[in-house]
């Protein structure tokens, strides 16, 4: 099970990578290890020494009943206050945030691998693509 995070490569320039744990529940556990889930537009936010993943999409477990959780709801990454001051002082910068990049399984615990991204402009988006094309036909 790993979920990738496309555009993130696409939108913006990768600085630094750091891994975090996930705070979930039991409904959300099981749907992630289905493969239920999307990254797409999501982002941390670090506030009160705490770092939250916001508006990340994990679908409904369908045997979930009552127990069920809420699917876009802001979840908390389990880091080190030194890791999470790092990451303020980095995203604190100016142009700078930070991007979830991929969601895995590691040793049966749910994994995110949080980028500090710069965003890239559109002439670098074309010049990403126009590299991409050239390695293609190379092959």
């Known amino acids: 099970m790993e979920i ?3 555009r993130a490569r696409y939108d913006y320039f990768i600085e630094d990578e750091i891994e975090a744990g996930l705070v979930l529940t039991g409904t959300e556990i099981k749907s992630l290890r289905k493969g239920s889930a999307d990254l ?3 982002y941390v936010r670090i506030k009160n020494e ?3 993943i916001i508006n990340m999409y994990i679908a ?3 045997e979930g009943n009552i127990f069920n959780h809420d699917e876009r709801r802001e979840r908390k990454l389990l880091l080190h206050k030194k890791e999470i001051r790092k990451l303020k002082e980095l995203s604190d910068r100016d142009g700078y945030t930070l991007i979830p990049i991929r ?6 615990l749910i994994k995110i691998s949080i980028g500090v991204c710069r965003g890239k402009k559109n002439y670098d988006k074309r010049e990403a693509i126009k590299e ?4 293609r ?3």
């Open 60 to 62: 409904r477990y369908e």
């Open 137 to 139: 036909l190379e092959k």
């Open 4 to 6: 990738i995070n496309r």
């Open 50 to 52: 705490e770092a939250y």
């Open 132 to 135: 991409k094309d050239l390695k």
């Open 103 to 108: 969601c895995y399984l590691k040793k049966n």
């Open 40 to 42: 797409k537009d999501t």
